[in-house]
């Protein structure tokens, strides 16, 4: 249990990095104007493909494992 508790901090700091990661290689559809509330009705919905859908998926995974790990801190 010790030896989790001296590596979690790193484990933490992996994920965070790699979810950021992930996160920042994700291509988004929308322009800047979508943000601050202009019209974005030309801008059409595609599928995940290739990269983008392995991407997303990966990120969604590093974000439920960095839930966890930070749980897990919680508790102990």
Same mark, same amino acid.
């Given at each position: 249990?010790?030896?989790?508790? %001296?590596?979690?901090?790193?484990?933490?700091? @992996?994920?965070?990095?790699?979810?950021?990661? @992930?996160?920042?290689?994700?291509? @988004? %559809?929308?322009?800047? #104007? #979508?943000?601050? %509330?202009?019209? =974005?009705? %030309?801008?059409?919905? =595609? $599928?995940?493909? #290739?990269?983008?859908? $392995?991407?997303?998926? &990966?990120?969604? *995974?590093? &974000? *439920?494992?960095? &839930?966890? @790990?930070?749980? *897990?801190?919680?508790? *102990?």
């Amino acid at each position: 249990m010790e030896a989790i508790i %001296g590596f979690l901090p790193y484990i933490q700091i @992996t994920l965070s990095v790699m979810l950021i990661t @992930t996160i920042l290689l994700q291509q @988004t %559809g929308s322009s800047l #104007g #979508g943000a601050f %509330g202009a019209d =974005n009705f %030309g801008s059409q919905f =595609n $599928t995940r493909r #290739g990269l983008e859908r $392995t991407l997303f998926r &990966a990120s969604i *995974v590093l &974000a *439920v494992l960095f &839930a966890i @790990t930070a749980f *897990v801190a919680l508790l *102990v």
